[in-house]
């Protein structure tokens, strides 16, 4: 596997690699029922399913698809939430949780200033971010990292007739 890039945010968080020991951590943020529902997807996902999941990302972080931190907190021992980009022909889609716990924080905004700026050191490529039109919350933390938004409407999505925001970064 080819060196992944670790970031640190301050002395407390840091954005690591997604192993194994996460499992547990990671399907407490894919299960929980508030957290899924901005998450587009359901909250049915299995412990192996989160697993398997990590397998795959692995996968494609080897292949350049995809990059997927953890946000690993110092302080609890424990991966709180995940940023994650995917490499489509011409552009990064950025998706990314929190547990819920954490909310309200400042984390997830620290966390992707971070990481949005590895990736444009990085790359050439603008970066998409697709988020539910009631996720107040991530549409200040967009706004605040000066994405643009670009429009809303209808994605093909695991949640049924849920409006998205799109929201664009050069």
């Given at each position: ?6 970031i640190k945010i301050d002395d407390n968080l840091e954005l690591t690699f997604p192993s ?58 424990k991966a709180i939430g995940y940023i994650t980009i995917f490499f489509h022909s011409n552009f990064w889609q950025l998706e990314y949780a929190l547990n819920e716990t954490f909310w ?67």
């Amino acid at each position: 596997m080819k060196d992944f890039p670790i970031i640190k945010i301050d002395d407390n968080l840091e954005l690591t690699f997604p192993s194994s020991e996460f499992v547990s951590d990671l399907f407490e943020i894919y299960h929980n029922i508030t957290t899924s529902r901005f998450m587009n997807c359901d909250n049915e996902i299995s412990y192996d399913e989160v697993a398997k999941r990590i397998e795959l990302i692995k996968k494609n972080y080897d292949t350049n698809k995809q990059l997927y931190w953890v946000i690993y907190s110092n302080e609890f021992s424990k991966a709180i939430g995940y940023i994650t980009i995917f490499f489509h022909s011409n552009f990064w889609q950025l998706e990314y949780a929190l547990n819920e716990t954490f909310w309200n924080k400042g984390i997830m905004c620290n966390c992707l200033k971070k990481a949005i700026l590895f990736i444009k050191e990085n790359t050439d490529f603008n970066i998409l971010a697709v988020v539910n039109t009631d996720n107040f919350a991530s549409i200040k933390i967009l706004e605040k990292l000066e994405f643009v938004m670009t429009g809303v409407g209808k994605n093909e999505s695991k949640v049924p007739s849920t409006e998205f925001v799109n929201f664009y970064k050069k």
